[in-house]
Antibody
């Protein structure tokens, strides 16, 4: 079965760029949308954006100017970059698979990685 | 953005109880409504998609209903492992917004 694993820096300084990668195992990155979702400490879930294998993407408008999501089909990976971070970007970041056969529900989640923004 | 409002925000119940959680969208989302369960320190887990379709492997005590703007998640007979936080999510409009969550606690 498909599994997702996030990797990247767990500590980022204010104003710098957060970078995370998600590795997809047990299946191909093709034919699905791939998403990043975050959860600040003690709070709810916030959708960041998604990308398709073709590179077409869509982002949450408040984050759009700071977000880049890319896909590397040769490595079965997709990545998130969030620029100009502040303490408000401190959260658990999940990578996820969006299944458009299920009304675009997220049917596979990574375990999540904690990112702290602090000097 | 499409606002998703869950009620109640928290709920105390006993094993064996029937529990209902509501989710209301600020505009019509047809049946593009999903439900997730999240336990502390874990990633969310998909329970219901398309308002009423049970995800593979999810116990049949979970069910969903609704269309348009009003939706419901029902747990027919609470089990100890069901105590968690539940989120609804609409995926009809971008961004795919989540409700604020309903925390289900043991009475």
């Amino acid at each position: 079965q498909v599994q997702l694993q996030e990797s990247g820096s767990g500590l980022v300084k204010p104003s710098e760029t957060l970078s995370l990668t998600c590795t997809v195992s047990g299946g191909s990155i093709r034919s699905y949308y791939w998403s990043w979702i975050r959860q600040p400490p003690g709070k709810g879930l916030e959708w960041i954006g998604y990308i398709y294998q073709s590179g077409s993407s869509n982002f949450n408008p408040p984050l759009k100017s700071r977000v880049t999501i890319s896909v590397d089909t040769s490595k079965n990976q997709f990545s998130l970059k969030l620029s100009s971070v502040t303490a408000a970007d401190t959260a658990v970041y999940y990578c996820a698979r969006v299944n458009y056969h299920m009304r675009e529900a997220v049917d596979v989640w990574g375990k999540g990685t904690t990112v702290t923004v602090s000097s | 953005d499409t606002q998703m409002t869950q009620t109640p925000s928290s709920l105390s119940a006993s094993v064996g109880d029937r529990v209902t959680i509501s989710c209301r969208a600020s505009q019509n989302i047809n049946n593009y409504l999903n439900w997730y369960q999240q336990k502390p320190g874990k990633a969310p887990n998909l329970l219901i998609y398309a308002a009423s379709s049970l995800q593979s492997g999810v116990p049949s005590r979970f069910s969903g209903s609704g269309s348009g703007t009003d939706f419901t998640l029902t747990i027919s007979s609470l089990q100890p492992e069901d105590f968690a936080t539940y989120y609804c999510q609409q995926t009809y409009y971008t961004p795919g917004t989540f409700g604020q969550g309903t925390r289900l606690e043991i009475k």
